[in-house]
């Protein structure tokens, strides 16, 4: 969990870079929200409590870099505490759980919550300057209201519209199209706290990887569907996988130990899935991303992928005559 945390904070540092102090007040909120609600939970049901296991904290920082930085602080505790009590306490606790518990968090609050979680902004001033206007003159600058690249596209935009903003909003030189991607890839434009930067994501997957965090089946069979996924569908894959919130879901959310399959070929499967769904839900669903739903749904599918290819434990392979 160290690793995890580790991995997640050039991301969520840049979120605070970005988005100012909604996107820090937001982080700590769910942090403690997720600490508190889990120990609370546990002394009322006479369980120890498990707070050095650092779970919930995690869970609550996943949370908060997958909602908007506007999103109201009561909102984001009130989903940091259903994502620890309900989607992974009620299930029995760490390792017990069928969902991925800070998704959990995130579609529950996007069901009752629709309209404050898909409000999103633009970046915002620096986060020094910011937060000295804000103790100054006691009041939250949160930005300015926009749409995310994948908002525009939603409502029947174009990779060059998604150019055009980026060069009103000062975060580009130049609406080409690789100037767009560049800008994508870096992440500097409106979304979730933690899910801009492609950059920095794949810094933290690279690290997970190195010291054997993560397996690298999930989240690269998750990007590859779903860039051929958008391809088939006649979307632009590049944009597609640079954009929202597929990539950050690939890398910290399919390669849960609890809610991800066991074996190599389940991992495979697993990221298959979740890809491809996630890009159907953005072709004809109500919602511009897909990427929670497509990871929950195929969370609902590893039990089934656990007993169609069983790792069996002690078994150790014959190896062939001749073989080293």
Same mark, same amino acid.
């Given at each position: ?138 009041? /939250?600058?949160?930005?300015?209201? +926009?749409?995310? $690249? =994948?908002?525009? !596209?939603? @409502? #029947? *935009? ?69 860039? /051929?996924?958008?391809?088939?569908? +006649?979307?632009? $894959? =590049?944009?597609? !996988?640079? @954009? #929202? *919130? ?75 005559? +001749?073989?080293?």
């Amino acid at each position: 969990m160290a690793f995890m945390l580790i991995a997640l904070a050039p991301a969520a540092i840049f979120g605070v870079v970005i988005f100012g102090l909604p996107a820090l007040l937001n982080i700590l909120v769910s942090v403690c929200a997720a600490i508190c609600g889990e120990c609370l939970f546990r002394l009322i049901t006479r369980q120890k409590v498990r707070i050095k296991d650092l779970s919930a904290g995690v869970t609550g920082l996943l949370l908060a870099l997958i909602i908007p930085p506007s999103t109201p602080l009561w909102m984001t505790a009130l989903g940091a505490i259903f994502a620890v009590v309900v989607a992974k306490e009620f299930f029995g606790g760490l390792g017990a759980n069928v969902f991925n518990p800070a998704l959990a968090g995130r579609a529950f609050l996007l069901m009752s919550f629709p309209a404050a979680l898909t409000k999103w902004h633009h970046p915002s001033a620096q986060f020094v300057t910011q937060l000295t206007d804000a103790m100054s003159s006691a009041t /939250l600058v949160d930005g300015v209201s +926009g749409v995310t $690249p =994948l908002g525009i !596209i939603k @409502s #029947g *935009g174009e990779v060059a519209h998604v150019g055009q903003l980026f060069l009103q909003s000062h975060v580009a030189n130049s609406d080409s199209y690789w100037s767009t991607m560049k800008t994508l890839f870096i992440g500097y434009h409106g979304g979730s706290i933690g899910e801009s930067s492609i950059l920095l994501i794949l810094a933290g997957m690279i690290f997970l990887l190195v010291t054997r965090t993560i397996d690298w089946r999930a989240p690269v069979s998750m990007i590859a569907a779903g860039f /051929l996924a958008s391809w088939a569908l +006649g979307m632009d $894959p =590049l944009f597609s !996988i640079l @954009s #929202g *919130g597929l990539i950050f879901g690939a890398v910290f959310m399919a390669t849960d130990y609890v809610t991800a399959p066991l074996t190599a070929k389940g991992k495979i499967i697993f990221g298959i899935g979740a890809g491809i769904i996630s890009i159907l839900i953005r072709k004809w669903g109500n919602f511009p991303e897909g990427v929670s739903y497509g990871i929950l749904i195929m969370n609902c599918a590893t039990p089934f992928l656990n007993k169609l290819l069983p790792k069996k434990y002690g078994f150790v392979p014959v190896k062939k005559a +001749g073989a080293k």
